[in-house]
Protein backbone atom coordinates (compact mmCIF):
# COMPACT_ATOMS: atom_id res chain seq x y z
CA UNK A 1 0.00 0.00 0.00
CA UNK A 2 2.88 1.99 1.05
CA UNK A 3 4.68 1.36 -2.17
CA UNK A 4 1.46 2.41 -4.00
CA UNK A 5 1.30 5.78 -2.78
CA UNK A 6 5.10 6.41 -3.27
CA UNK A 7 4.82 5.34 -6.65
CA UNK A 8 1.80 7.51 -7.07
CA UNK A 9 3.41 10.57 -5.37
CA UNK A 10 6.87 10.20 -7.77
CA UNK A 11 4.28 10.38 -10.58
CA UNK A 12 2.43 13.35 -9.72
CA UNK A 13 6.18 15.09 -8.74
CA UNK A 14 7.04 13.82 -12.41
CA UNK A 15 4.00 15.00 -14.29
CA UNK A 16 4.95 18.44 -11.93
CA UNK A 17 8.08 18.69 -12.91
CA UNK A 18 7.13 18.46 -16.76
CA UNK A 19 4.28 21.59 -16.70
CA UNK A 20 7.29 22.79 -14.58
CA UNK A 21 9.47 22.36 -17.67
CA UNK A 22 7.65 23.45 -20.54
CA UNK A 23 6.44 26.65 -18.46
CA UNK A 24 10.31 27.32 -18.36
CA UNK A 25 11.23 26.60 -21.61
CA UNK A 26 7.91 28.45 -22.98
CA UNK A 27 9.48 31.42 -20.74
CA UNK A 28 13.02 31.19 -22.31
CA UNK A 29 11.92 30.35 -25.18
CA UNK A 30 9.78 32.86 -27.54
CA UNK A 31 9.52 29.72 -30.14
CA UNK A 32 7.78 27.37 -28.09
CA UNK A 33 5.35 25.27 -28.93
CA UNK A 34 4.26 23.58 -25.59
CA UNK A 35 2.03 26.67 -24.62
CA UNK A 36 -0.98 27.78 -26.61
CA UNK A 37 -2.54 31.52 -26.50
CA UNK A 38 -5.22 31.46 -28.83
CA UNK A 39 -7.76 28.87 -29.84
CA UNK A 40 -6.16 27.05 -33.26
CA UNK A 41 -2.91 26.19 -31.23
CA UNK A 42 -5.11 25.30 -28.27
CA UNK A 43 -6.24 21.43 -30.07
CA UNK A 44 -2.70 21.31 -31.71
CA UNK A 45 -0.87 21.55 -28.00
CA UNK A 46 -3.73 18.96 -27.13
CA UNK A 47 -2.70 16.59 -29.87
CA UNK A 48 1.14 17.27 -29.29
CA UNK A 49 1.00 15.71 -25.73
CA UNK A 50 -1.08 12.69 -26.59
CA UNK A 51 1.27 11.54 -28.73
CA UNK A 52 4.07 12.50 -26.87
CA UNK A 53 2.99 10.78 -24.01
CA UNK A 54 1.62 7.91 -26.21
CA UNK A 55 5.11 7.66 -27.92
CA UNK A 56 6.54 7.94 -24.42
CA UNK A 57 4.20 4.16 -22.96
CA UNK A 58 5.59 3.06 -26.22
CA UNK A 59 9.07 2.94 -25.80
CA UNK A 60 9.06 2.55 -22.62
CA UNK A 61 6.93 -0.59 -23.12
CA UNK A 62 8.64 -1.96 -25.97
CA UNK A 63 12.35 -1.72 -23.78
CA UNK A 64 10.45 -3.31 -21.13
CA UNK A 65 9.14 -6.59 -23.03
CA UNK A 66 12.64 -6.40 -24.97
CA UNK A 67 14.54 -6.74 -21.51
CA UNK A 68 11.89 -8.97 -19.97
CA UNK A 69 12.92 -11.43 -22.96
CA UNK A 70 16.35 -10.85 -22.76
CA UNK A 71 16.74 -11.67 -18.66
CA UNK A 72 13.46 -14.14 -18.53
CA UNK A 73 14.75 -16.83 -16.40
CA UNK A 74 14.76 -20.30 -18.17
CA UNK A 75 13.43 -23.09 -16.88
CA UNK A 76 15.66 -25.89 -15.69
CA UNK A 77 16.96 -28.05 -18.36
CA UNK A 78 15.82 -25.30 -21.30
CA UNK A 79 18.62 -24.56 -23.96
CA UNK A 80 20.31 -21.76 -23.74
CA UNK A 81 20.61 -21.65 -27.73
CA UNK A 82 17.81 -19.46 -29.71
CA UNK A 83 15.51 -21.62 -30.85
CA UNK A 84 13.28 -21.11 -33.92
CA UNK A 85 9.79 -19.29 -32.57
CA UNK A 86 7.00 -21.84 -31.51
CA UNK A 87 3.77 -22.13 -33.47
CA UNK A 88 1.88 -23.25 -30.41
CA UNK A 89 -0.95 -21.09 -29.47
CA UNK A 90 -0.06 -19.31 -26.43
CA UNK A 91 2.47 -18.01 -28.55
CA UNK A 92 0.37 -16.93 -31.55
CA UNK A 93 -1.75 -15.00 -28.68
CA UNK A 94 1.28 -12.90 -27.95
CA UNK A 95 2.08 -11.88 -31.58
CA UNK A 96 -1.88 -11.82 -32.27
CA UNK A 97 -2.24 -9.47 -28.83
CA UNK A 98 1.04 -7.19 -29.90
CA UNK A 99 -0.25 -6.79 -33.61
CA UNK A 100 -4.03 -5.59 -32.52
CA UNK A 101 -2.90 -2.92 -29.95
CA UNK A 102 -0.33 -1.82 -32.55
CA UNK A 103 -2.73 -1.26 -35.39
CA UNK A 104 -5.11 0.18 -32.69
CA UNK A 105 -2.60 3.11 -31.45
CA UNK A 106 -1.60 4.00 -34.57
CA UNK A 107 -5.17 4.08 -36.19
CA UNK A 108 -6.53 5.89 -32.81
CA UNK A 109 -3.41 8.30 -33.49
CA UNK A 110 -4.47 9.23 -37.23
CA UNK A 111 -8.24 9.54 -36.20
CA UNK A 112 -7.26 12.02 -33.43
CA UNK A 113 -5.19 13.59 -36.20
CA UNK A 114 -7.59 14.32 -38.76
CA UNK A 115 -10.26 15.13 -35.93
CA UNK A 116 -7.75 18.11 -35.11
CA UNK A 117 -6.95 19.17 -38.47
CA UNK A 118 -11.14 19.26 -39.26
CA UNK A 119 -11.66 21.08 -36.14
CA UNK A 120 -9.04 23.88 -36.67
CA UNK A 121 -9.45 24.07 -40.59
CA UNK A 122 -12.16 26.98 -39.82
CA UNK A 123 -12.78 29.64 -36.88
CA UNK A 124 -15.82 29.51 -34.36
CA UNK A 125 -17.15 32.88 -36.32
CA UNK A 126 -15.96 34.55 -39.83
CA UNK A 127 -13.08 36.28 -39.63
CA UNK A 128 -13.15 40.10 -40.00
CA UNK A 129 -9.89 40.64 -41.57
CA UNK A 130 -8.06 39.20 -44.52
CA UNK A 131 -4.62 39.75 -44.35
CA UNK A 132 -2.27 38.72 -47.64
CA UNK A 133 1.20 37.52 -46.30
CA UNK A 134 4.40 36.74 -48.83
CA UNK A 135 7.65 35.22 -48.53
CA UNK A 136 10.24 36.56 -49.97
CA UNK A 137 14.39 35.88 -49.73
CA UNK A 138 14.05 36.42 -46.32
CA UNK A 139 11.44 39.12 -45.66
CA UNK A 140 7.61 38.85 -45.50
CA UNK A 141 5.75 41.21 -47.00
CA UNK A 142 2.03 42.04 -45.25
CA UNK A 143 -0.87 43.25 -47.28
CA UNK A 144 -3.65 44.37 -45.03
CA UNK A 145 -6.84 43.49 -47.84
CA UNK A 146 -10.02 45.05 -48.15
CA UNK A 147 -13.15 45.08 -50.57
CA UNK A 148 -12.24 49.16 -50.46
CA UNK A 149 -9.20 50.03 -51.99
CA UNK A 150 -8.89 52.64 -49.93
CA UNK A 151 -8.20 50.60 -46.73
CA UNK A 152 -5.69 48.47 -48.27
CA UNK A 153 -2.14 49.23 -47.34
CA UNK A 154 1.19 47.33 -46.65
CA UNK A 155 3.83 46.77 -44.05
CA UNK A 156 6.30 43.87 -43.43
CA UNK A 157 7.80 41.54 -40.84
CA UNK A 158 5.34 42.64 -38.23
CA UNK A 159 1.41 41.64 -38.45
CA UNK A 160 -0.98 43.65 -35.78
CA UNK A 161 -4.39 42.18 -35.38
CA UNK A 162 -7.31 42.68 -32.88
CA UNK A 163 -7.67 40.68 -29.48
CA UNK A 164 -9.97 37.86 -29.72
CA UNK A 165 -10.99 38.19 -33.29
CA UNK A 166 -10.10 35.49 -35.63
CA UNK A 167 -8.23 36.73 -38.55
CA UNK A 168 -7.23 35.02 -41.92
CA UNK A 169 -4.45 34.86 -43.38
CA UNK A 170 -3.69 34.13 -47.19
CA UNK A 171 -0.03 33.13 -47.91
CA UNK A 172 1.41 33.29 -51.35
CA UNK A 173 5.44 33.44 -52.11
CA UNK A 174 7.50 35.42 -54.68
CA UNK A 175 10.35 32.93 -54.89
CA UNK A 176 10.81 29.74 -53.13
CA UNK A 177 8.88 27.66 -50.73
CA UNK A 178 8.91 29.12 -47.25
CA UNK A 179 6.66 28.44 -44.33
CA UNK A 180 4.62 30.50 -41.92
CA UNK A 181 4.58 29.30 -38.23
CA UNK A 182 3.50 31.64 -34.88
CA UNK A 183 3.54 28.41 -32.53
CA UNK A 184 1.74 29.87 -29.84
CA UNK A 185 -0.99 31.11 -32.33
CA UNK A 186 -1.43 28.33 -35.32
CA UNK A 187 1.10 25.57 -36.52
CA UNK A 188 2.70 25.89 -40.26
CA UNK A 189 1.38 26.69 -43.42
CA UNK A 190 3.65 25.98 -46.79
CA UNK A 191 3.77 29.43 -48.96
CA UNK A 192 4.21 28.37 -52.38
CA UNK A 193 5.25 29.80 -55.39
CA UNK A 194 2.33 30.02 -57.48
CA UNK A 195 -0.47 29.32 -55.56
CA UNK A 196 -2.36 30.76 -52.35
CA UNK A 197 -2.83 28.49 -49.42
CA UNK A 198 -4.98 30.08 -46.27
CA UNK A 199 -4.73 29.96 -42.87
CA UNK A 200 -6.16 31.61 -39.34
CA UNK A 201 -4.84 32.66 -36.30
CA UNK A 202 -6.71 33.98 -33.30
CA UNK A 203 -4.64 35.41 -29.96
CA UNK A 204 -6.28 35.19 -26.73
CA UNK A 205 -4.90 38.21 -24.73
CA UNK A 206 -2.90 41.08 -25.97
CA UNK A 207 1.15 40.55 -26.57
CA UNK A 208 3.46 40.38 -28.88
CA UNK A 209 3.72 36.62 -30.73
CA UNK A 210 6.73 35.76 -32.24
CA UNK A 211 7.06 33.39 -35.76
CA UNK A 212 9.37 32.23 -37.85
CA UNK A 213 10.12 31.18 -41.86
CA UNK A 214 9.69 26.63 -40.84
CA UNK A 215 10.74 25.98 -44.10
CA UNK A 216 14.56 26.03 -45.05
CA UNK A 217 14.53 28.66 -47.99
CA UNK A 218 17.97 29.48 -48.07
CA UNK A 219 21.31 31.70 -46.38
CA UNK A 220 19.31 33.42 -44.19
CA UNK A 221 16.22 31.32 -43.75
CA UNK A 222 17.13 31.11 -40.31
CA UNK A 223 16.97 34.54 -40.30
CA UNK A 224 13.41 35.10 -41.60
CA UNK A 225 11.45 35.94 -38.30
CA UNK A 226 8.27 37.39 -38.01
CA UNK A 227 5.77 38.64 -34.97
CA UNK A 228 2.22 39.25 -34.35
CA UNK A 229 1.04 42.05 -32.23
CA UNK A 230 -1.82 41.28 -30.77
CA UNK A 231 -3.68 44.19 -29.15
CA UNK A 232 -7.04 46.03 -27.66
CA UNK A 233 -9.39 46.68 -30.63
CA UNK A 234 -9.14 50.78 -30.04
CA UNK A 235 -5.53 50.46 -30.39
CA UNK A 236 -5.71 48.06 -33.53
CA UNK A 237 -7.52 50.58 -34.68
CA UNK A 238 -5.24 53.69 -34.59
CA UNK A 239 -2.38 51.75 -35.74
CA UNK A 240 -4.43 50.67 -39.33
CA UNK A 241 -5.79 54.15 -39.47
CA UNK A 242 -1.59 55.69 -39.05
CA UNK A 243 -0.33 53.17 -41.56
CA UNK A 244 -3.42 54.01 -44.17
CA UNK A 245 -1.67 58.14 -43.54
CA UNK A 246 0.75 58.90 -45.62
CA UNK A 247 3.86 60.26 -43.60
CA UNK A 248 4.11 63.70 -42.29
CA UNK A 249 5.89 65.13 -45.19
CA UNK A 250 9.55 66.54 -44.44
CA UNK A 251 9.45 70.13 -43.36
CA UNK A 252 12.90 71.14 -41.92
CA UNK A 253 16.06 71.21 -44.15
CA UNK A 254 17.56 68.04 -42.59
CA UNK A 255 14.96 66.21 -43.42
CA UNK A 256 13.91 67.57 -46.66
CA UNK A 257 17.96 66.34 -47.79
CA UNK A 258 17.27 63.51 -46.24
CA UNK A 259 14.05 62.67 -48.51
CA UNK A 260 16.04 63.55 -51.51
CA UNK A 261 19.12 61.10 -50.94
CA UNK A 262 16.30 58.81 -50.13
CA UNK A 263 14.82 59.35 -53.35
CA UNK A 264 17.94 59.29 -55.41
CA UNK A 265 19.84 56.08 -53.39
CA UNK A 266 16.44 54.21 -52.10
CA UNK A 267 13.49 54.38 -53.60
CA UNK A 268 13.60 51.91 -56.92
CA UNK A 269 13.38 49.26 -54.13
CA UNK A 270 10.99 51.05 -51.50
CA UNK A 271 7.81 52.79 -50.86
CA UNK A 272 6.97 55.66 -48.73
CA UNK A 273 3.53 56.77 -49.61
CA UNK A 274 2.69 60.18 -50.38
CA UNK A 275 6.52 60.77 -52.23
CA UNK A 276 7.73 59.45 -55.46
CA UNK A 277 9.68 56.57 -53.79
CA UNK A 278 7.86 53.78 -55.37
CA UNK A 279 9.71 50.52 -55.15
CA UNK A 280 8.43 47.56 -54.68
CA UNK A 281 11.13 44.65 -54.59
CA UNK A 282 11.44 45.77 -50.45
CA UNK A 283 9.88 46.21 -47.51
CA UNK A 284 8.00 49.26 -47.64
CA UNK A 285 9.01 51.77 -45.57
CA UNK A 286 6.06 54.53 -45.01
CA UNK A 287 5.87 53.69 -41.39
CA UNK A 288 9.12 52.37 -40.54
CA UNK A 289 9.57 53.43 -36.79
CA UNK A 290 6.56 51.94 -35.90
CA UNK A 291 8.09 48.60 -36.84
CA UNK A 292 10.10 46.68 -33.26
CA UNK A 293 12.89 44.85 -35.91
CA UNK A 294 14.38 45.63 -38.60
CA UNK A 295 15.57 42.65 -41.20
CA UNK A 296 13.00 40.37 -40.47
CA UNK A 297 13.59 40.70 -36.57
CA UNK A 298 17.38 40.45 -36.84
CA UNK A 299 17.99 43.37 -35.34
CA UNK A 300 16.21 46.21 -33.31
CA UNK A 301 15.12 49.30 -34.98
CA UNK A 302 16.58 52.05 -33.33
CA UNK A 303 18.60 54.76 -35.30
CA UNK A 304 22.13 53.35 -34.43
CA UNK A 305 21.01 49.54 -35.72
CA UNK A 306 19.30 51.20 -38.63
CA UNK A 307 22.40 53.34 -39.57
CA UNK A 308 24.80 49.84 -39.68
CA UNK A 309 22.07 48.23 -41.53
CA UNK A 310 21.90 50.95 -44.33
CA UNK A 311 25.87 51.20 -44.12
CA UNK A 312 26.21 47.70 -45.18
CA UNK A 313 23.18 45.17 -44.83
CA UNK A 314 25.15 42.23 -46.17
CA UNK A 315 27.63 42.69 -43.10
CA UNK A 316 24.31 41.98 -40.82
CA UNK A 317 22.68 39.45 -42.73
CA UNK A 318 25.01 38.36 -45.51
CA UNK A 319 23.08 36.80 -48.98
CA UNK A 320 20.48 39.45 -48.51
CA UNK A 321 18.83 41.01 -51.20
CA UNK A 322 19.48 44.47 -50.42
CA UNK A 323 23.16 45.33 -51.60
CA UNK A 324 25.64 47.79 -50.12
CA UNK A 325 25.27 50.96 -51.88
CA UNK A 326 28.38 53.11 -51.29
CA UNK A 327 27.33 56.16 -49.59
CA UNK A 328 28.89 59.39 -48.33
CA UNK A 329 28.82 60.26 -44.34
CA UNK A 330 26.17 62.83 -44.79
CA UNK A 331 23.80 60.66 -47.32
CA UNK A 332 24.13 57.89 -44.76
CA UNK A 333 23.30 60.63 -41.93
CA UNK A 334 20.69 61.90 -44.04
CA UNK A 335 18.97 59.05 -44.84
CA UNK A 336 18.78 57.93 -41.25
CA UNK A 337 17.48 60.99 -40.24
CA UNK A 338 14.86 60.60 -42.74
CA UNK A 339 13.96 57.31 -42.21
CA UNK A 340 13.52 57.35 -38.40
CA UNK A 341 10.92 60.81 -38.78
CA UNK A 342 8.62 58.37 -40.57
CA UNK A 343 6.09 57.02 -37.76
CU1 LIG B 1 11.77 31.49 -45.63
CU2 LIG B 1 12.86 29.68 -44.54
Given at each position: MRDKRRLAARAILALAGVELASQCAAAAS????????GPKADSTLGLTWGLLIISIVVVVAMSALVLWAVFRSRAP???SAPSMPSHEPSSFNIFGWGLATTILILVGCVAWTMVTLAAIDQPAKTPALTIEVTGNQWWWQVRYLS????KTFVTANEIHVPVGEPVRVKLRSDDVIHSFWIPALAGKTDLIPGQVNTTWLEARKAGTYIGTC???????HAHMGIRVVAEAADKFEAWRDNQLKAPA???SDDLKVGAAAFSRRCAACHTVL?????????????????????AAGEIPNDEGDLAGWIADPQQI??????PKIELTGDELQAITTYLISLK
Open positions: PLSYLTSSGESDEPAAEYCGLQPATGTTAGGILGPNLSHLMTRETLKPGTQM
